[in-house]
């Protein structure tokens, strides 16, 4: 059984098979909930603070919160 989309390739020394580059398994991590939270919190976050919540929640969320900075 797989549980990764995989692809064969052609290449110089007869190819071979890879993960799909399309496939990102750390994307989605966080449920709603979690994403929910955390976009609420970067309204109280300062710059440092607001920076890592959005690189969370960018890396392991799905595009529910592309909040951009107050003032930005």
């Not at 890592?52 to 960018?58: A, D, G, R, S, Y």
Request: hydrophobic content about 35%; proline content about 4%; glycine content about 8%.
């Amino acid at each position: 059984m797989c549980s990764y989309p995989i692809e064969t390739v052609r290449g110089r020394y007869g190819g071979g098979v890879k993960v799909a580059d399309w496939y990102h398994p750390h994307k989605n991590i966080l449920s709603q909930e979690h994403q929910t939270v955390l976009a609420q919190l970067l309204d109280k976050a300062d710059e440092s603070q607001w920076r890592v919540l959005h690189e969370m929640l960018t890396a392991f969320g799905s595009p529910v919160a592309q909040k951009k900075r107050k003032g930005a």
